[in-house]
């Protein structure tokens, strides 16, 4: 079965300070990787898939099969990126995707 | 263009009573899917669609029905409320297949059951 595992609950940074939010997963087929970001009060939105290796708000997430993680990672954080970020694994059934358990980013001033 | 449209936004329940969430797309995407938020174990897949008449189970189906009888529509049934089902639900639709990872998400629904 199909599993995603996001470590962190909760990551805290200052701005300015890099940023590695960590996912890993666990699937025997072929995997298709995306990061969906929630912002405060606002809809659940896609930030990034794997396939188009894409830097997007100065994200960017390196799929690594010998280690089964899409860590997502920006080198300055900026507080407008706080915000809940969840891992997703798709390519299976239904083509619907396999959600972790989010963590939240908060950068401090 | 309104995208993914849910209601109610909000709706308290008591145990045992039964409700219908509302889903509706307009941007003709054939794949629909309904999701519920927790803290900690963040979105999980109750139903799915993949087209008009056709529809599937996820990974938390229990106490919940489904149909899709027009590609615009998905609505979400609780057949006997249950305190567990407090969640905050989500609704989400993609195109076809060759670009189906992309989600569209409604608002969600707060849901409590007392």
């Known amino acids: 079965a199909q599993r995603v595992t996001q470590p962190e609950k909760l990551l805290s940074v200052f701005k300015g300070a890099p940023v590695e939010l960590k996912c890993n997963y666990s699937?025997?087929?072929?995997?298709?990787l995306f990061w969906y970001v929630q912002y405060s009060r606002q809809r659940l939105q896609l930030l990034l898939r794997h396939i188009s290796r894409e830097s997007i708000k100065g994200f960017t997430a390196d799929l690594n099969k010998g280690e089964t993680s899409f860590h997502l990672k920006k080198p300055f954080a900026q507080e407008e990126d706080s915000a809940m970020y969840y891992c997703?694994?798709?390519?299976?059934?239904?083509?619907?995707?396999?959600f972790g358990g989010g963590t939240r980013l908060m950068v401090k001033p | 263009n309104a995208g993914v449209t849910q209601t109610p936004k909000f709706q308290v329940l008591k145990t045992g009573q039964s409700m219908t969430l509302q889903c509706a797309q307009d941007m003709n995407h054939e794949y629909m899917s309904w999701y519920r938020q927790d803290p900690g174990m963040g979105l999980r897949l109750i139903h799915y669609s993949v087209g008009a008449g056709i529809t599937d189970q996820g990974e938390v189906p229990n106490g919940y029905n489904v149909s899709r009888s027009t590609t615009e529509d998905f609505p979400l049934r609780l057949l006997s409320a249950a305190p567990s089902q407090t969640s905050v639900y989500f609704c989400?639709?993609?195109?076809?297949?060759?670009?189906?990872?992309?989600?569209?998400f409604g608002s969600g629904t707060q849901l409590s059951v007392l």
């Open positions: 699937y025997s087929g072929s995997p298709e």
């Open positions: 997703a694994l798709g390519g299976f059934r239904g083509n619907m995707l396999t």
């Open positions: 989400a639709s993609s195109p076809d297949r060759a670009t189906n990872e992309k989600l569209f």
